[in-house]
């Protein structure tokens, strides 16, 4: 089980999901002033109420590494489990990436 985000893209949201919805699986305040916060199942679905856009196969590779981490926790009668997600943005990273050559000397 793996739980790295790559450092070769920049990560622009972070989510600690636990598949539980309520107010209470939200960031805290000091956890929204952090520089890079850990957001929760409840900003995640503010955020994106229609959910992300996966491609088929990265859905299916998703899906296949969440199966085989489920029967480990099984295998060892655990039933906690959180996702860390992140986020990379391809129009934000896109933007970002302009004003970078608009602003390089």
């Known amino acids: ?21 309520s107010d209470k699986r939200k960031a805290s305040v000091t956890e929204l002033s952090k520089e890079s916060p850990t957001l929760r199942d409840f900003d ?3 955020k994106h109420p229609k959910g992300l856009f996966l491609e088929p196969e990265d859905l299916e590779v998703l899906m296949q590494r969440l199966k085989q ?9 655990i039933m906690d489990y959180s996702l860390l997600l992140g986020v990379h943005n391809l129009d934000l990273a896109a933007k970002e990436n302009a004003e970078t050559v608009e602003n390089f000397p």
Do not use: A, Q
């Open 69 to 77: 981490d489920c029967k480990v926790l099984e295998s060892f009668n």
């Open 44 to 46: 995640f679905v503010i």
């Open 1 to 21: 089980m793996n739980n790295v985000l790559p450092t070769s893209i920049k990560i622009h949201e972070k989510y600690d999901l636990k598949g539980f919805l």
